[in-house]
T-cell receptor, first 114, second 112 residues
Framework: EADIYQTPRYLVIGTGKKITLECSQTMGHDKMYWYQQDPGMELHLIHYSYGVNSTEKGDLSSESTVSRIRTEHFPLTLESARPSHTSQYLC?????????????FGPGTRLTVT | GDSVTQMEGPVTLSEEAFLTINCTYTATGYPSLFWYVQYPGEGLQLLLKATKADDKGSNKGFEATYRKETTSFHLEKGSVQVSDSAVYFCALTTDSNYQLIWGAGTKLIIKP
């Protein structure tokens, strides 16, 4: 069973606020990912990391930033939230040594910016 | 580049009906293929996978066979239940890319 956690599950916040979405995994996976998804719609990769101190932007341009100081932790930060950031954010991890890079997902954070 | 195409939804069926959700892919090399499921309000869960041609993945009554000749990985279930209502995503990875390449998702609605 995958152990990947995201907090908060739901967040309603006003425009201009700084927010950090937390993601942690206890599987020791070296690769971690952030996706943005409108509920039930296509997934868009916004950030990924292949290890500590390694971060890259994904296919979808995002105003968010990420950090990877510890293997198990991959937080996502929005310096100034806007209504266009309203979406669901999914964190995932994978192990290069695992079965062909299968990804494990957290439950998601549903963000609403008013 | 690599890509995945799935049938558009929503797909609406009655309980106990037979389900097929089509998925075709374009990839260089020999991809691994996956079906993920997303229940309302949740993250994604791996439903099944196949890592080489002619492999059949199966789980919870769902099946999909890796067909290299038709570049397909169609999801099937013989008798669906209301609890199968969800969004289903087809995806692939290749040895040259650690990332999952995703289809757009197919929403499945099962009516009692």
């Amino acid at each position: 069973e995958a152990d990947i956690y995201q907090t908060p599950r739901y967040l309603v916040i006003g425009t201009g606020k700084k927010i950090t979405l937390e993601c942690s995994q206890t599987m020791g996976h070296d690769k971690m990912y952030w996706y943005q998804q409108d509920p039930g719609m296509e997934l868009h990769l916004i950030h990924y990391s292949y290890g500590v101190n390694s971060t890259e932007k994904g296919d979808l341009s995002s105003e968010s930033t990420v950090s990877r100081i510890r293997t198990e932790h991959f937080p996502l930060t929005l310096e100034s939230a806007r209504p266009s950031h309203t979406s669901q954010y999914l964190c995932a991890s994978s192990d290069a040594g695992g079965p062909r890079y299968e990804q494990y997902f957290g439950p998601g954070t549903r963000l609403t910016v008013t | 580049g690599d890509s995945v195409t799935q049938m558009e939804g929503p797909v609406t069926l009655s309980e106990e009906a037979f389900l097929t959700i089509n998925c075709t892919y374009t990839a260089t090399g020999y991809p691994s293929l996956f079906w993920y499921v997303q229940y309302p309000g949740e993250g994604l869960q791996l439903l099944l996978k196949a890592t080489k041609a002619d492999d059949k993945g199966s789980n919870k009554g769902f099946e999909a066979t890796y067909r290299k000749e038709t570049t397909s990985f169609h999801l099937e279930k013989g008798s669906v239940q209301v609890s199968d209502s969800a969004v289903y995503f087809c995806a692939l990875t290749t040895d040259s890319n650690y990332q999952l390449i995703w289809g757009a998702g197919t929403k499945l609605i099962i009516k009692p």
